[in-house]
């Protein structure tokens, strides 16, 4: 009978009394952002305009407030007639958020949702500024410059957004960069800046793998240029050269991201699959392997799948970077079978605009910069079990 009369509800109240239950039943908290407009009406099969009516029923309660220019949150925030665009006047001030645009199911969406709740916490609004491209985030920031009270870069490489953070910093603007995982940059940025610090996790994963008897660990990665720069192979040598063993690195050479139409899931998976079953036809493969990352380890254990050789029993294998967030995606359901080394992400996003509030009441004292160290994580690509293998050999 319920269901009966549900039906019988015009589509944009059924619409709002969903979202009002998921904000209720905790599935949504105060902070985080809500579907933009365009995904939830392919999603429900509603027209735009249904589901504008919907979120304008669920602001008038108070469960949600929209940031121009940016999206529809939960929780209620009074905003000063206008908005952003008139007069540039809020009633809090604004922290800008700069991210990739990314899906839902991303490692920057956890960074930008536990930002954006800390902010909240701050008494500072949230201006989400995602991009696909350094042109339209410099566009946003000329836009908002005036009124940005501070900017939070997110990002894996700081020669990715270097030139707009020099802008900003420019403009008087307080920003901190995070999330940073290449250590050569960190006198390159201009600003506080919080990094992933993966060299302890690279040197824990080595000493991990001595200690269960391998002598033939390799480090596989797609590109050696880039894994160089990585704090994950700083930690792999020195731990390897301290041992007095020798660094076996594994590259893919002739595959290109863009025969996957620059998809870089798919191409680091096909790497991955073809250094497997490059390195694991000969006599004397490795029998512990580090990846540069956790799509290149998917790609290798997908290939050690297809060659019949059982992992972690003949070799044992560690991502980096525990960015397999919903393993449902690669895995059966309920399943995360590969080990890795990574950091809290959320941690990420939290400290960073710690580190803002810091700046933005201290704009005198010295440049900070922070780390977050990487620890491993044992599922079931490893073992605990000893092994005997004593001879190290080159992997040519």
Same mark, same amino acid.
């Given at each position: 009978?319920?269901?009966?009369?549900?039906?019988?509800?015009?589509?944009?109240?059924?619409?709002?009394?969903?979202?009002?239950?998921?904000?209720?039943?905790?599935?949504?908290?105060?902070?985080?952002?809500?579907?933009?407009?365009?995904?939830?009406?392919?999603?429900?099969?509603?027209?735009p305009l249904t589901v504008r009516r919907a979120f304008d029923v669920l602001q008038e309660e108070g469960l949600i407030h929209k940031i121009i220019g940016s999206g529809m949150y939960v929780g209620g925030r009074s905003v000063a007639r206008g908005g952003l665009f008139a007069g540039h006047v809020c009633s809090y001030p604004i922290i800008g958020i700069a991210?990739?645009?990314?899906?839902?199911?991303?490692?920057?969406?956890?960074?930008?949702?536990?930002?954006?709740?800390?902010?909240?916490?701050?008494?500072?609004?949230?201006?989400?500024?995602?991009?696909?491209?350094?042109?339209?985030?410099?566009? %946003?920031?000329?836009? $908002?410059?005036?009124?940005?009270?501070?900017?939070?870069?997110?990002?894996?490489? $700081?020669? #990715?957004? =270097?030139?707009?953070?020099?802008?900003?910093?420019?403009?008087?603007?307080?920003?901190?960069?995070?999330?940073?995982?290449?250590?050569?940059?960190?006198?390159?940025?201009?600003? #506080?800046?919080?990094?992933?610090?993966?060299?302890?996790?690279?040197?824990?994963?080595?000493?991990?793998?001595?200690?269960?008897?391998?002598?033939?660990?390799?480090?596989?990665?797609?590109?050696?240029?880039?894994?160089?720069?990585?704090?994950?192979?700083?930690?792999?040598?020195?731990?390897?050269?301290?041992? =007095?063993?020798?660094?076996?690195?594994?590259?893919?050479?002739?595959?290109?991201?863009?025969?996957?139409?620059?998809?870089?899931?798919?191409?680091?998976?096909?790497?991955?699959?073809?250094?497997?079953? %490059?390195?694991?036809?000969?006599?004397?493969?490795?029998?512990?392997?580090?990846?540069?990352?956790?799509?290149?380890?998917?790609?290798?254990?997908?290939?050690?799948?297809?060659?019949?050789?059982?992992?972690?029993?003949?070799?044992?294998?560690?991502?980096?970077?525990?960015?397999?967030?919903?393993?449902?995606?690669?895995?059966?359901?309920?399943?995360?079978?590969?080990?890795?080394?990574?950091?809290?992400?959320?941690?990420?996003?939290?400290?960073?605009?710690?580190?803002?509030?810091?700046?933005?009441?201290?704009?005198?004292?010295?440049?900070?910069?922070?780390?977050?160290?990487?620890?491993?994580?044992?599922?079931?690509?490893?073992?605990?079990?000893?092994?005997?293998?004593?001879?190290?050999?080159?992997?040519?």
């Amino acid at each position: 009978m319920e269901k009966t009369a549900a039906k019988k509800l015009p589509k944009y109240l059924r619409m709002a009394n969903e979202y009002r239950q998921r904000i209720e039943n905790g599935i949504y908290k105060t902070g985080d952002s809500l579907p933009d407009q365009r995904s939830l009406s392919k999603e429900w099969g509603f027209d735009p305009l249904t589901v504008r009516r919907a979120f304008d029923v669920l602001q008038e309660e108070g469960l949600i407030h929209k940031i121009i220019g940016s999206g529809m949150y939960v929780g209620g925030r009074s905003v000063a007639r206008g908005g952003l665009f008139a007069g540039h006047v809020c009633s809090y001030p604004i922290i800008g958020i700069a991210t990739p645009e990314a899906p839902e199911r991303h490692i920057f969406k956890i960074l930008e949702h536990a930002a954006i709740s800390n902010i909240f916490r701050h008494k500072y609004e949230a201006l989400r500024m995602n991009y696909v491209s350094q042109a339209e985030l410099k566009n %946003r920031l000329m836009q $908002y410059r005036h009124f940005l009270k501070g900017v939070i870069f997110f990002s894996r490489n $700081y020669s #990715d957004i =270097g030139s707009n953070v020099q802008y900003a910093v420019s403009c008087g603007i307080p920003v901190v960069v995070a999330g940073l995982e290449i250590l050569s940059q960190k006198n390159d940025v201009p600003c #506080d800046s919080l990094f992933v610090d993966e060299e302890d996790g690279g040197r824990a994963i080595v000493e991990y793998f001595i200690g269960n008897g391998h002598r033939r660990i390799m480090l596989a990665g797609e590109n050696i240029l880039r894994i160089k720069k990585h704090g994950r192979y700083i930690g792999f040598m020195n731990a390897m050269l301290e041992y =007095g063993l020798k660094p076996v690195i594994a590259n893919e050479k002739n595959l290109k991201i863009s025969d996957f139409g620059n998809a870089a899931t798919p191409f680091l998976q096909a790497c991955g699959a073809e250094i497997a079953g %490059r390195i694991m036809n000969g006599r004397k493969h490795p029998t512990a392997i580090i990846c540069q990352n956790d799509l290149i380890a998917l790609g290798i254990l997908e290939q050690l799948k297809k060659m019949n050789i059982a992992c972690p029993e003949e070799v044992e294998v560690f991502g980096f970077g525990d960015d397999i967030q919903w393993p449902e995606m690669y895995f059966p359901p309920g399943v995360n079978p590969l080990s890795s080394a990574g950091v809290n992400h959320s941690e990420i996003g939290r400290q960073a605009v710690n580190m803002l509030m810091d700046r933005i009441a201290h704009p005198a004292m010295d440049k900070k910069i922070e780390s977050l160290k990487s620890v491993i994580i044992h599922r079931q690509t490893t073992s605990q079990e000893k092994r005997t293998e004593i001879n190290c050999v080159q992997i040519k």
